[in-house]
């Protein structure tokens, strides 16, 4: 049974830090990009940011670029999203995703997703 696990998130301030992490199991993790999707009351899932399998390439949503990084562990089948300048529109609960193979910044093209972790950027 593939099972993805978010923890990390919480509330913060604006201008603080999280780094949130994503534990994979049940799956082949090196064979998998995995994706980092966002979803705020009343919206549409938005993507954020996605990893190759190997760690190599990597993608970002516009507005978070240079703020949030993603990264992975294929030894501990974890991947992270260390989020920095956080701002109150970056407010959402936020889910990470597997994909055989390649990236993409489509959700509907994931197929394994986590039940999320909610981030609060608030004064």
């Known amino acids: 049974q593939v099972q993805l696990v978010e923890s990390g998130g919480g509330l913060v301030q604006p201008g603080g830090s999280l780094r949130l992490s994503c534990a994979a199991s049940g799956l082949p993790f090196s064979n998998y990009a995995m994706g980092w999707f966002r979803q705020a009351p009343g919206k549409e899932r938005e993507f954020v940011a996605a990893i190759t399998r190997s760690g190599s390439i990597t993608d970002y949503l516009d507005s978070v670029k240079g703020r949030f990084t993603i990264s992975r562990d294929n030894a501990k089948n974890t991947v992270y999203l260390q989020m920095s300048s956080l701002k109150p529109e970056d407010t959402a609960v936020y889910s990470c995703?597997?994909?055989?193979?390649?990236?993409?910044?489509?959700?509907?093209?994931?197929?394994?997703w986590g039940q999320g972790t909610q981030v609060t950027v608030s004064s």
């Open positions: 995703a597997g994909r055989f193979v390649g990236t993409t910044r489509n959700p509907l093209l994931y197929r394994y």
